[in-house]
Every structure is written in C-alpha cells, then in structure tokens.
Nanobody, 121 residues
Framework: QVQLVESGGGLVQPGGSLRLSCAAS????????MAWYRQAPGKQRELVAG???????NYADSVKGRFTISRDNAKNTVYLQMNSLKTEDTAVYYC???????????????WGQGTQVTVSS
C-alpha cells in the first residue's frame, strides 16, 4: 500500500554536490518522522539526518555543516542536500519514514530500496 522511492544517487567527485529525494506513494494518510540512513561496505547502517513533522532536524556529526535535510509535506517527500562531499560519504543511502496509511491507526516504519552514492575522483 505504501512505498518509498529514492532518487538522485550517482557518482560525484570529492567536493561536489548531490541532492537525494525520497517520495512516499500509495495510500498515505500522514507522515511523522522522516530520515536518511546510509551503509558503507563493512560498516553498520547509521543515521545521517532526521526531520520531524514540524521541521526539527538532527544530523550525524560527520555531516554537520555539509548536509541539509528538508521535507515537502504536500508532496510527501524528503530531501537530502549533500555538499562538499568526501570519499567517506560513499555508501548506499536509505530513506526512512513513519507513515499512517489507509486502514492503519498507527505509524509504521517504511524503508526505501536504497540509492548508491559514490564519491570518487
């Protein structure tokens, strides 16, 4: 009933920028928290940035000052603007959202399929 689809990943040189998008579709009634996670080879999945319904944000220390998370509630979409990218930012990035859908009276956690971000010269 509900799907999260990421887009915007790809190959970029160090110091470059990339903007990820994640749109929720299906029988969406409301969306609470949204977030971006990432997982690099051999590492645990980690929280990159999160944003609440009212726009409160939090970031991993490694991306503060470089990444910006935002959302468009009318479009059921969350974004991650990534600037000054470093090679260590290379990972699969996953969108996450807590969503109430048709026939559901509680928020359930959904995950996107992941999008590859590669920072390399």
């Amino acid at each position: 009933q509900v799907q999260l689809v990421e887009s915007g990943g790809g190959l970029v040189q160090p110091g470059g920028s990339l903007r990820l998008s994640c749109a929720a579709s299906g029988s969406v009634i409301s969306i609470n928290n949204m977030a971006w996670y990432r997982q690099a080879p051999g590492k645990q999945r980690e929280l990159v940035a999160g944003i609440t319904l009212v726009g409160t944000t939090n970031y991993a220390d490694s991306v503060k000052g470089r990444f910006t998370i935002s959302r468009d509630n009318a479009k059921n979409t969350v974004y991650l603007q990534m600037n000054s990218l470093k090679t260590e930012d290379t990972a699969v990035y996953y969108c996450n959202a807590d969503i109430v859908s048709r026939g559901t009276s509680y928020f359930a956690r959904y995950w996107g399929q992941g999008t590859q971000v590669t920072v390399s010269s």
